[in-house]
């Protein structure tokens, strides 16, 4: 699903000096895995992702995902592969705040092919996530767990192969991250390929494989249990 290959990504540090904060990385990736990458703020996580979702081109190395040779594509070209292949959940949410819960969700098929029923895919998914009842709502008259469930059922509009999350629990508090945690497990046993960046050990504690994002590269740690936690 994922083979990325000795991959440099750098910043100029505003004094005239450069940072590779990717030096050399390298990552495979099945079909049907889920892996957490780890690592504190400003290790590299959230670039590593936007590079595997063709939202960052300036990079040295090969990156293909889904069977697409990602590097060197031109906008357009990522843009279809984004909308046919790629799913993105994040921190932050990104919902549009004057539609509703369906029509955020619904917001994929203005930017590729729609399937005809789209509305009613739209409700079979937001059904999937738990707030049905909630379509019609604003994301200011939801939770933030709930904003993020309509999130992740706008991620899966598409059918996408891959989920790509950033930070996906990082504004929510324990009850609502267990939540949002255990459907990513749902999803991950029907078959989908996810990798979450997170600081949290509640989401590493999901994942099949956590990865470790070290002095710009990946390693390969044990798969953390928590007591009382989500395994």
Same mark, same amino acid.
């Given at each position: ?53 063709? *939202? ?74 738990? *707030? ?100």
């Amino acid at each position: 699903m994922i083979r990325a290959h000795d991959i440099v990504k750098r910043y100029q540090d505003g004094e005239g000096g450069e940072v590779r904060v990717l030096d050399g990385l390298s990552l495979e990736m099945e079909q049907g895995d889920f892996v957490a990458v780890v690592g504190p703020s400003g290790s590299g996580k959230s670039t590593l992702l936007h590079l595997l979702g063709g *939202l960052d081109v300036h990079y040295q190395g090969e990156v293909e995902v889904a069977g697409v040779k990602l590097t060197g594509l031109k906008e357009p070209a990522l843009a279809r592969f984004r909308n046919q292949h790629v799913g993105f959940v994040f921190q932050s949410f990104h919902l549009i705040p004057n539609l509703s819960a369906v029509e955020n969700v619904l917001m994929p098929s203005h930017f590729g092919a729609a399937p005809v029923d789209a509305r009613k895919r739209a409700e079979e998914l937001l059904d999937r996530v738990g *707030l049905l009842a909630k379509k019609d709502r604003t994301p200011v008259r939801l939770s933030g767990g709930e904003r993020q469930r309509v999130a992740i059922a706008r991620a899966l509009f598409t059918g996408p192969k891959l989920l790509l999350c950033d930070e996906p629990t990082g504004n929510l508090d324990a009850a609502t991250g267990a939540g949002v945690i255990s459907l990513f497990q749902e999803l991950h046993r029907e078959g989908l390929t996810l990798l979450a960046v997170t600081h949290e050990d509640r989401m590493s504690s999901a994942a099949r494989r956590v990865l470790r994002l070290k002095e710009g590269r990946l390693v390969e740690e044990a798969r953390p249990v928590l007591a009382g936690g989500v395994s």
